[in-house]
């Protein structure tokens, strides 16, 4: 038989104690000691909440379709067709260097001469006795990257093989600084703006004269404007050589009418085999 919770001596021993247990409590305050805690806790907790409380929005119907952020009216849907003509495309404007302060051209054999010989008569007339050498500028000298590329035997000659900055200066005294690369001498830093600066083209030729050490004096000769006087000798040298061309077929038509085709018709030709060996 299972004994009831009266009989069991050890459940009658807890509770007395924990009767002794809350007399004591109540005879040191404790009780009263806890519930002051708690209130305190509360209070706490009631500061440390945000003042202004999240307000609840209120949701209005929307009847005019989806929210939008601009302020802007709607334009109204138009369900009319209406014909609209064609705009004419706009051009894309492109900056490029090679574009950048003159129309490009591409000089022709007999425009680019002009200059070049000019060059070399200048060239050839200087007193001063420095090293001087004649450079007929390309399209890819003065556009695109910009870059000069000397008379290789001329740098082998008079300057060494290494980076370097060399000084150019024009017939006005203006002074370019510009980047001289001893293995592939060229000039590339500042050429660009000596290019720019005096408006040189393809065609043109300039005299390079050692002033200095590393200070060339440039001197510019342009294809002249249009290329209008190395046109007209063009012209003249075309002329020249229909007229030599018109005699010549004349001579000819005039041996022509000399020569007997009685005889090349009434002579039988020979054949000719080829034996073997």
């Known amino acids: 038989m299972a004994k009831g ?20 409590f109540q005879e040191l305050g404790v009780a009263k ?16 909440l945000p003042k202004d409380q999240v307000k ?15 302020t802007r009216p709607r334009a109204e849907a138009s369900y009319v067709e209406e014909f609209v003509p064609d705009s004419p495309r706009r051009k894309r404007l492109r900056s490029s260097s090679s574009t950048s302060y003159i129309a490009r051209r591409i000089a022709t054999k007999m425009q ?9 008569r200048f060239q050839s007339r200087l007193s001063s006795g420095h090293p001087s050498c004649v450079k007929s500028l390309r399209s890819s ?10 008379p290789q035997e001329f740098c ?17 005294g203006s002074i370019y600084d510009t980047r001289y690369l001893g293995e592939f001498a060229v000039l590339s830093g500042g050429w660009k703006p000596f290019v720019e600066d005096h408006e040189l083209d393809d065609g043109d030729a300039l005299v390079l004269e050692f002033i200095q050490p590393r200070r060339l004096k440039v001197y510019i000769f342009r294809v002249p404007n249009g290329g209008s006087e190395a046109k ?33 018709i009434t002579i039988p030709t020979k054949r000719r085999t080829r034996t073997k060996l």
């Open 141 to 150: 000298h003065v556009s695109g990257n910009f870059v000069l590329k000397m």
């Open 156 to 172: 082998n000659y008079h300057i060494p093989k290494e980076k370097l900055t060399m000084v150019l200066e024009d017939e006005e």
């Open 232 to 264: 007209v000798h063009e012209i003249k040298k075309a002329r020249e050589n229909e007229s030599v061309k018109k005699v010549h077929n004349f001579d000819a038509d005039e041996d022509m009418a000399d020569v007997d085709y009685t005889a090349q």
């Open 5 to 24: 919770p009266s009989n069991n001596p050890y459940e009658e021993a807890r509770k007395q104690r924990l009767e002794e247990n809350m007399r004591r």
């Open 112 to 120: 680019r001469s002009y200059p070049l010989k000019r060059a070399k």
């Open 56 to 70: 609840v929005k209120k949701t209005t119907t929307n009847t005019r379709g989806p929210l939008r952020r601009s």
């Open 33 to 48: 000691f806890v519930n002051s805690l708690k209130e305190e806790v509360i209070k706490i907790k009631k500061k440390s």
